[in-house]
């Protein structure tokens, strides 16, 4: 075993149906969760992963269950407490028509409760959709901006909207996006190894920094 790395990795995915995995309009799911312990186990083999996900479909920021589902997650339990928590919110929220500076507001609501936790924090940016109106586009940007751009110990951003962004090609389209809002399990895949690598980006950073 190397000693440089964590004997174990506890690990929350936390957010609506992106973080489900949801396609085929609900009738099936392939959370990014399992490409993420695929690459993780492969990249830290002698790490034990432990991977927990808390995914409630159309769920928002604002007015949703956010907050009543993250607090108990964040208590100490037997099995203890998580060493990262990966956040995604606010693409439902902008649906719903809140606007991009409220829901950064209450996005930092939600970074705090799981940094006070003692974990570290993952946000991840939000995907994209179908609309490819300027108001819609400059809502997204907007708020994707805000989550970038927050500094914080411990804090840290997988801008997972850059990594799969809406495909111009009607092929692409239809290989990694199941609608105008859900992946395929491919797109889930790639946000898995878009994250995975992040994960393991700040953890050997982090090591780096010790010696």
């Not at 991840?124 to 500094?151: H, K, P, Q, W």
């Amino acid at each position: 075993m190397d000693p440089s790395l964590p004997p174990s990795l506890r690990i929350l995915c936390f957010g609506a149906s992106i973080t489900a995995g949801l396609y085929r309009f609900g009738l099936a799911h392939h959370p990014y969760a399992i490409r993420l312990e695929a690459r993780l186990k492969h990249g830290l083999p002698s790490t034990k992963i432990d991977i927990d996900i808390d995914a409630v479909s159309g769920d928002r920021v604002i007015g949703g269950t956010y907050f009543d589902r993250l607090r108990p997650r964040c208590s100490k339990t037997e099995r203890g407490a998580y060493d990262w928590i990966i956040i995604q919110g606010g693409g439902n929220d902008l649906c719903f028509g809140q606007t991009p500076e409220k829901i950064y507001e209450e996005l930092r609501k939600v970074w705090r409760i799981a940094l006070d936790s003692g974990a570290r924090v993952m946000a991840l940016t939000v995907t994209e959709t179908s609309d490819r109106s300027a108001r819609t586009r400059a809502r997204y940007e907007a708020l994707n901006r805000m989550i970038m751009g927050y500094r914080e110990d411990r804090f840290h951003v997988a801008d997972v909207c850059s990594a799969l962004p809406w495909p111009l090609e009607e092929i692409e389209q239809r290989r990694i996006w199941d609608d105008g809002l859900h992946f395929k399990t491919v797109g889930y895949d790639m946000m898995g190894d878009v994250i995975a690598a992040k994960l393991i980006e700040q953890m050997q950073g982090s090591l780096l920094s010790k010696i």
